[in-house]
């Protein structure tokens, strides 16, 4: 009897549509992080301008796939305990995604100086120097000793008084420190273990595509090769990233032991 209520029930939810009401709640919740509310939100906060009606084509289109997905999560007319706060994080993964590829584009930037260091102060000796020529300097920071020598400064009072390390409120989590007047962030990227340092100038321009109703990005369900009840789900948004040309942006490469 219990195998033949299961066998109903899963066959009820192949038979089942897509609530598209569920999707676009979806839709809403992840688009948070494109909305002009979110201006101040890292990494938008650091450009110039955005535009949130741009006609953007294909190409311009990332996808962030949520994996192995259950339709009857989805589906219509079916009565199931659904996770709680789902559409919050969805929005966090979202956002996470977002970050992540402007950042590659900042990545891909081809740097107009490089220098390598053989210790830690050294490195924040040119960081603090070298920043004083920006305006409105901004560092990013993917080495791990470097991030572990700024994260303690607030309880080495000789450190940060040297390399005027300090730290002010309003930032978002990737946020560390200031060195000086420089910005300092973190670069959560594990295959790169260097520094960026430039300016806000290069953050020119960031082009969205509009969707309407408060809506950046399309969410939809497909269902894996072989199943008929699991797939992935689908977040698809339409994003351009424009940095500056001709603009300092100098790669700084710590090889030495934490100091």
Request: proline content about 2%; overall charge negative; aromatic content about 10%.
């Amino acid at each position: 009897m219990i195998e033949k209520i299961s066998e109903v029930q899963t066959q009820a939810i192949v038979d089942s549509s897509i609530d598209q009401a569920r999707l676009i709640e979806f839709s809403v919740a992840s688009s948070k992080i494109f909305t002009a509310d979110n201006n101040l939100n890292f990494p938008f906060v650091l450009f110039s301008e955005i535009n949130r009606d741009g006609e953007l084509k294909d190409e311009s289109k990332y996808v962030l796939n949520i994996v192995d997905y259950a339709k009857e999560r989805i589906a219509q007319d079916i009565d199931i305990n659904r996770p709680i706060n789902e559409e919050q994080v969805f929005a966090e993964s979202l956002s996470n995604n977002v970050k992540l590829n402007v950042l590659r584009e900042l990545i891909r930037y081809k740097p107009s100086a490089s220098y390598q260091y053989s210790d830690i102060d050294n490195a924040l000796s040119d960081i603090l120097e070298l920043s004083e020529s920006l305006m409105h300097p901004v560092l990013f920071v993917a080495n791990q000793e470097l991030i572990s020598v700024l994260n303690r400064s607030p309880f080495e009072r000789e450190l940060s008084k040297r390399y005027q390390i300090s730290r002010q409120d309003g930032f978002s989590k990737e946020y560390i420190c200031h060195i000086g007047q420089c910005t300092v962030y973190r670069l959560r990227f594990t295959d790169i273990d260097y520094s960026l340092l430039t300016s806000r100038k290069l953050f020119d321009k960031v082009k969205l595509k509009n969707l309407g109703g408060g809506r950046y990005v399309d969410v939809d369900f497909e269902l894996n090769e072989g199943s008929t009840t699991i797939g992935n789900l689908k977040l698809k948004y339409w994003m351009e990233v424009d940095l500056a040309e001709n603009t300092e942006c100098i790669k700084l490469d710590l090889t030495s032991k934490e100091t």
